[in-house]
């Protein structure tokens, strides 16, 4: 039908349907579908262009800025060849490990001389290590073994030189005794404050003994660490680091040296092997040898701080009587001192200060030495089998000479206290019972020391 009603299929053929309802298509409508399809493509394509370029810029300027971070741009490297890394030529002084041991032992001799002391008829034959360096000489550590009872102390030192020693005090509960050496200058062993641990590798270093011309030397392994140790005099010495090595008797008194050249301890205690020669040894640390040794050498005591007792350990079977561990007997408490102020009187027996539980006398004097004077402390002690308690104030050690009303000092230059069985004014003398009141002695010790 036409547009005003007519049929016109009489005329001609109709009006062809939309390209899209035919399954043929003209010539001309094929190109413009082609076009179509182009500019379809071009434009998707376009758009993925479009981002690509713009991923690759942001990129682009990611990286940029990471390099510029990074001082990829610096002036001073860019342009600059890659370089080796070499470390300094090793020297002994700068070095954590030391290239051998017999290097380790050519720097330390210098700080080793040899001991000669003789009391009575008897001679004795250590080693010494020079500890501090004042203007008017040296102090040196060794064994209190070495220097006691000793009439005279002689040491040895390079070329045979023979020059005699003061001795400026010992401590009995270290076995550790300093030596003063007046108008020598002896270059001091490089201590170290590490802590050991068992298994670790050492060396024993003596000094050079009168027939030969080096220092004694035996390799070492620290066998086992926190060890105690009777002394001959009966002291307990705690803490000591034990050694296999198989040692000669000079080199008592000498060094045990770790893999760095330090030295960690000094071998105080000499242990006898099945024939009864002393052959194994044992070393106090340096960290309660470097305070042993300062307290020494300013205060002429052991300890830094001053409770003003004497005592000895709480024999086994009176332990057992008062079902206690162990504890440390009081055999002297010296007048107007801390302790006296504190009410403790000889017979006492100590069991605790502060938080440490007391076991023996070693036990009372080492807790003691990690306090300062001024230190508040709380003391349990049992009297007559009763639990007691006390506070008081730590003092600084009291001059040797004044110290229980001018108590002589012994030989060993340390302030002695006289045996229990003597009374001093202001103690108590017990006269009866066990332990707890008092009857043991200090018979087990020698010098009895002042604390």
């Given at each position: ?251 008592k008194g000498g060094a045990l040296v770790d893999a760095t050249g330090s030295l960690i301890g000094v071998m105080v205690v000499m242990a006898t092997d099945e024939t009864g020669v002393e052959r194994f040894g044992f070393a106090l640390p340096t960290r309660e040898l ?129 045996p229990a069985s003597t009374s001093l004014p202001g103690t108590t003398k017990p006269t009866s019972g066990p332990a707890a009141q008092g009857t043991t002695t200090a018979s087990t010790t020698t010098a009895v020391q002042s604390f």
């Amino acid at each position: 039908m036409t547009e005003d009603g007519s049929d016109d299929s009489e005329i001609g053929f109709g009006r062809p349907l939309p390209p899209e309802d035919r399954i043929w298509r003209h010539p001309s409508e094929v190109g413009g579908i082609v076009h179509a399809a182009r500019r379809r493509r071009e434009v998707s394509n376009g758009k993925l262009i479009g981002f690509a370029v713009a991923t690759s810029l942001l990129g682009s300027i990611l990286t940029v800025g990471a390099l510029t971070a990074g001082g990829a741009f610096n002036r001073n490297a860019v342009g600059q060849a890659p370089v080796a890394v070499t470390s300094p030529p090793a020297t002994f002084a700068a070095s954590t490990e030391p290239a051998s041991w017999p290097e380790i032992v050519r720097h330390l001799e210098p700080s080793l001389t040899r001991v000669e002391t003789t009391g009575g008829a008897q001679t004795r034959t250590g080693t010494a290590i020079a500890f501090s360096s004042t203007s008017d000489g040296t102090y040196l550590v060794t064994s209190r073994d070495l220097v006691l009872d000793a009439e005279r102390i002689t040491l040895v030192l390079n070329g045979e030189r023979r020059k005699r020693a003061e001795l400026v005090g010992s401590d009995q509960y270290t076995n550790l005794a300093v030596l003063h050496l007046t108008g020598e200058h002896l270059d001091p062993a490089p201590f170290t404050p590490a802590r050991i641990e068992a298994g670790s590798d050492a060396i024993v270093v003596g000094a050079a003994t009168s027939a030969s011309r080096s220092a004694t030397v035996a390799k070492a392994l620290i066998g086992s660490v926190d060890n105690i140790v009777r002394t001959r005099g009966g002291v307990e010495v705690q803490n000591l680091l034990r050694t296999d090595a198989n040692i000669t008797p000079e080199a008592k008194g000498g060094a045990l040296v770790d893999a760095t050249g330090s030295l960690i301890g000094v071998m105080v205690v000499m242990a006898t092997d099945e024939t009864g020669v002393e052959r194994f040894g044992f070393a106090l640390p340096t960290r309660e040898l470097t305070s042993t040794a300062d307290s020494l050498i300013r205060t002429g005591f052991p300890t830094r701080v001053w409770l003003g007792i004497s005592g000895s350990d709480l024999p086994a079977a009176d332990a057992l009587e008062l079902a206690i561990a162990g504890g440390a007997v009081l055999n002297n408490v010296a007048v107007d001192s801390p302790a006296a102020r504190c009410g403790l009187r000889s017979g006492d027996v100590v069991t605790k200060l502060n938080i440490t539980t007391v076991q023996s006398m070693t036990n009372l004097v080492m807790a003691l030495r990690e306090l300062r004077p001024t230190d508040t402390v709380a003391i349990e002690y049992l009297r007559a089998g009763a639990v007691q308690r006390c506070f008081t104030v730590l003092a600084q050690p009291p001059e040797a000479s004044s110290t229980l009303g001018g108590t002589a000092t012994t030989s060993t230059s340390t302030t002695a206290m006289p045996p229990a069985s003597t009374s001093l004014p202001g103690t108590t003398k017990p006269t009866s019972g066990p332990a707890a009141q008092g009857t043991t002695t200090a018979s087990t010790t020698t010098a009895v020391q002042s604390f």
